[in-house]
């Protein structure tokens, strides 16, 4: 199987690390001009300096915004910064998010807001307007949500995280009936256990809990979801439209 990729132009927030990062770096090999969201500038040279290094003779382009995918102002400025050096968005992957790990009794409001904008409202957000980019463009377009195995799979103290990650399931199946009549395919990628920084403290706490249910008997690694995102956006998927494939 070949992927090509060539001048497609890729927007991931939550690019800076994690999963987003390794998927960055897959599509730059492949080609892609990528375009890196996150929170925290700080972050973005490193990000750029890894996909560099990993790609040392590719020549795409790297582009990096500062964004809060929960604030529709801000999501809007993006685009029209990128319209000002691409003509389109080819792919876009909502895989903004956050970790929340509290037990019902003691949850604190703030985190439940936190964790609504990181995890829901930013997908939400990010599928209207980009998706409202997408619509008047020719070509396959595609939009890949992430979802977690706790959206499928509950774990204790994670309630909160969980019914949110399930909510982008269901509301990958519902936009991508509504976005289909554009040329827009919607998709979802639910990870499992995955060794991640968001993610090694709560995974190295519960080991073995996490790993009774794994058939393979190990964790999975950032590259393999990022393969799954791939195959999703390309063109051998042209036909798959408002899935879950399940990484696990």
């Known amino acids: ?96 998010s956050t970790w929340l790990s509290s037990s019902i009794l003691e949850l604190k409001v703030e985190d439940l807001n936190d964790a609504y904008k990181n995890i829901l409202k930013s997908t939400i957000l990010g599928t209207k307007i980009i998706g409202s980019e997408m619509k008047n463009k020719n070509g396959d377009k595609s939009i890949i949500n992430i979802s977690s195995f706790a959206g499928i799979m509950p774990q204790k103290n994670s309630s909160i995280y969980a019914c949110l990650k399930a909510a982008i399931i269901n509301f990958t199946k519902s936009s991508a009936s509504e976005l289909a009549q554009y040329g827009i395919r919607v998709n979802c990628i639910t990870p499992g256990v995955i060794n991640t920084n968001m993610t090694k403290e709560y995974i190295e706490k519960n080991k073995n809990n996490l790993l009774k249910p794994i058939s393979l008997n190990r964790f999975g690694k950032m590259k393999e979801v990022a393969n799954g995102i791939i195959f999703l956006s390309s063109e051998y998927a042209n036909y798959i439209n408002g899935e879950n494939l399940c990484i696990t």
């Open 1 to 96: 199987m070949v992927y090509n990729f060539n001048n497609k132009t890729i927007l991931i927030t939550g690019g800076v690390s994690g999963i987003g990062l390794e998927t960055a770096s897959r599509y730059y090999e492949l080609d892609a001009n990528i375009i890196i969201c996150g929170r925290n500038k700080e972050k973005f040279q490193a990000a750029k300096d890894y996909i560099l290094q990993n790609n040392p003779k590719k020549k795409a382009k790297i582009l990096t915004y500062q964004c809060d995918m929960s604030n529709e102002q801000e999501i809007k400025k993006m685009i029209d910064e990128i319209k000002s050096k691409f003509d389109e968005i080819n792919i876009f992957i909502n895989n903004c």
